[in-house]
């Protein structure tokens, strides 16, 4: 069984930056691939990025895409997504989900389906 926590969301102005970490367990968490998803006030959740079990391998949604970084150490059990240049429209509930892959090389998933375990979510509000 695999528990993941988030933390790190807040409030901020648009322009600045947030680091949202998401905190697991067992210690096996290196086998897991990781991403972060997020669900805005009456939308459907919707990707951010992802990263294989190695961190070699990151993907990010066109929205984030050169403002967000998604990390990972596995020595700390930990991911992190860095955000930068916030803006309004990033305001939703951010949570990270994971799913364990054989290969250290797995490709990680842009969809909800591939991921087994989540958070419960930080809420990110962005004001302009």
């Known amino acids: 069984q695999v528990q993941l926590v988030e933390s790190g969301g807040g409030l901020v102005q648009a322009g600045g930056s947030l680091r949202l970490s998401c905190a697991a367990s067992p210690r096996t968490f290196s086998m897991y691939i990781v991403g972060w998803f997020r669900q805005a006030p009456g939308k459907e959740r919707e990707f951010v990025a992802a990263?294989?079990?190695?961190?070699?391998?990151?993907y990010y949604s066109d929205s984030v895409k050169d403002r967000f970084t998604i990390s990972r150490d596995n020595a700390k059990n930990t991911v992190y997504l860095q955000m930068n240049s916030l803006k309004p429209e990033d305001t939703a509930v951010y949570s990270c989900a994971s799913d364990q892959r054989p290969s250290l090389w797995s490709t990680p998933s842009t969809t909800e389906n591939g991921y087994t375990y989540w958070g419960q979510g930080t809420q990110v509000t962005v004001s302009s």
């Open positions: 990263i294989s079990r190695s961190g070699g391998r990151t």
